[in-house]
C-alpha cells in the first residue's frame, strides 16, 4: 500500500444540466451543490456537459478550480457577484492549486481515485456568466484555470471527505510550468519538451502543440 499524504479536504461537489446559455448555445456552467455523489469513468452522476469536445469524456471527467480563484475575481473585479462553485467546477478542494498539482497526480477521495490530465482553459462563458468582459482572459494571464481528472477507480465522493495524494509520478510536471510553456509560443527547448511528451496522462491536444515547436 503506497503512503498517502493529506492535501486536503472536499468543500462543495456540484453537477448540473446543459442548458441554454448565450450566444445560442446551450452550457451546463450552473451547477448546483450535492452533498454526495457517485463517480463512473465519464464523471459525476447527475452531470453534463454540453460541449464535450471540451468538457467531458474519459479525460475529462471531473473539473476543479482552486479556492482562490474566488478571492482573486473578488479583489479585481469588485463590482461582479460572485460565490463558490459558480464557475462550472465539479468539485472544490481545500489546499490545491495549480502551483501545487502536477500532470499524472493521482489522488483518492472518498472511495474514487482520479489522475489530473490537462488544465483548463477558462472560456467567453465565464465573463457571459459573470456579465464581465475580461475575467477568462485575467484568470489565463494569471494561471488560475483549474484542471481535470480522468478516473482510474470509480465509487462515491460526500462532502468533507479527505483527499489525499497517493502517487506523483512526473513530479516536474507542474501545471503552474505547463501553463507558461504552453502559451509561450517562442519556447522550442527540445530536452524539456521531450520530457513532457512522455508524460503518458497529458492530453493529446497538450503533446501535439509542443511536438510542433520541436520543428520550429
Not at 441554454?20 to 454526495?36: C, G, H, L, M
Not at 472511495?111 to 483548463?120: A, E, K
Not at 465522493?157 to 513530479?171: K, S, W
Amino acid at each position: 500500500m503506497k503512503n498517502l499524504f493529506l492535501v486536503g479536504q472536499v468543500r462543495r461537489l456540484q453537477i448540473g444540466e446543459a442548458m441554454p446559455f448565450a450566444r445560442e448555445q446551450t452550457s451546463a456552467i450552473n451547477k448546483y451543490k450535492v452533498d454526495s455523489v457517485e463517480v463512473v469513468t465519464t464523471g459525476f452522476v447527475g452531470d453534463e456537459q454540453a460541449d464535450q469536445f471540451f468538457h467531458g469524456g474519459q479525460i475529462q471527467a471531473v473539473h476543479q478550480m482552486p479556492i482562490e480563484v474566488y478571492q482573486l475575481i473578488k479583489d479585481n473585479f469588485p463590482s461582479v457577484t460572485i460565490y463558490e462553485g459558480m464557475l462550472g467546477e465539479n468539485i472544490i478542494i481545500g489546499d490545491m492549486s495549480e502551483r501545487t498539482v502536477c500532470i499524472g497526480d493521482i489522488y483518492q477521495v472518498g472511495s474514487v481515485q482520479m489522475q489530473i490530465t490537462r488544465p483548463r482553459r477558462p472560456c467567453w462563458k465565464i465573463d457571459s456568466l459573470l456579465n464581465q468582459s475580461g475575467v477568462a482572459k485575467f484568470l489565463q494571464d494569471h494561471k488560475c484555470i483549474g484542471w481535470y481528472y480522468q478516473i482510474l477507480e470509480t465509487g462515491a465522493i460526500t462532502q468533507d471527505d479527505d483527499c489525499f495524494l497517493v502517487e506523483r509520478p512526473y513530479p516536474f510536471a507542474n501545471l503552474d510550468r505547463l501553463w507558461d510553456i504552453y502559451n509561450d509560443k517562442k519556447f522550442n527547448d527540445p530536452i524539456e519538451i521531450e520530457k513532457w511528451l512522455q508524460v503518458k496522462p497529458l492530453e493529446r491536444s497538450f503533446k501535439e502543440v509542443l511536438k510542433k515547436r520541436l520543428n520550429t
